[in-house]
């Protein structure tokens, strides 16, 4: 008799999501929302208003994770738990999306350099109607990033597609003078709270 071996879908198209469940062992099935039959699968990132970061990721990874969960519907497959996540960097209360290009993304780490900001990663998980959603707030600190590191650091392309134009686990994490909170978390899934979420729906975790 065959035992089926626990797994969960991850409703996003993040290699670092991606790189951080193998982290850990959990099994995976990528749940793509964009290439669903289902155009409205997609998720308007656009900040409302004064939105503040914490609100502002929280409401971006509940609309992921209702998403996800309609999608695994639409489409019939076996019923696993869904994990979607969103991130944001902010300083001093304004969010930091991810850079339109070159000249976007210099203006982000010239606001961010020499200065603590913090990076706010909300997890969402959900299985059938029941949703459960944690947030992680870390501080990072930057050294004084001079024109020239900045030039070098854009010609990597590293910050293409990443919130706050930065990947810490990249050539950016020569940046940083200070950390307080999560490293998996300003990568862009929180692991701490991703297994306490798991766990709430008796997932075997480490």
Do not use: W
């Not at 969960?8 to 999501?17: G, H, K, N, V």
């Not at 939105?51 to 996800?68: D, M, S, W």
């Not at 969960?69 to 001093?92: H, I, M, Y």
């Amino acid at each position: 008799m065959s035992i089926t071996q626990p797994r969960i879908y991850l409703a996003s198209q993040s290699p670092r999501r991606r790189e951080l469940l193998k982290q850990i062992g959990i099994n995976f099935e990528l749940l793509l929302l964009r290439s669903d039959v289902c155009r409205n699968m997609d998720v308007d990132e656009t900040i409302r208003g004064d939105e503040q970061p914490e609100v502002h990721v929280r409401r971006i990874c509940q609309e992921k994770i209702e998403a996800g969960r309609n999608s695994l519907s639409l489409r019939n497959l076996p019923v696993f738990p869904v994990l979607a996540a969103d991130t944001v960097v902010a300083l001093e209360g304004k969010v930091f999306g991810k850079p339109e290009n070159a000249e976007h993304a210099a203006e982000m780490l010239r606001q961010l350099s020499g200065r603590e900001h913090q990076v706010f990663s909300a997890v969402a998980i959900a299985l059938r109607e029941r949703i459960e959603i944690a947030l992680s707030t870390s501080s990072v600190r930057f050294a004084t990033l001079s024109e020239e590191r900045i030039r070098r650091y854009l010609r990597t392309s590293e910050y293409n597609d990443k919130a706050g134009s930065y990947a810490i686990q990249g050539q950016a994490g020569a940046f940083v003078e200070h950390i307080s909170g999560s490293y998996s978390g300003v990568m862009g899934l929180p692991l701490f709270e991703t297994v306490q979420l798991l766990k709430l729906f008796d997932y075997p975790t480490p």
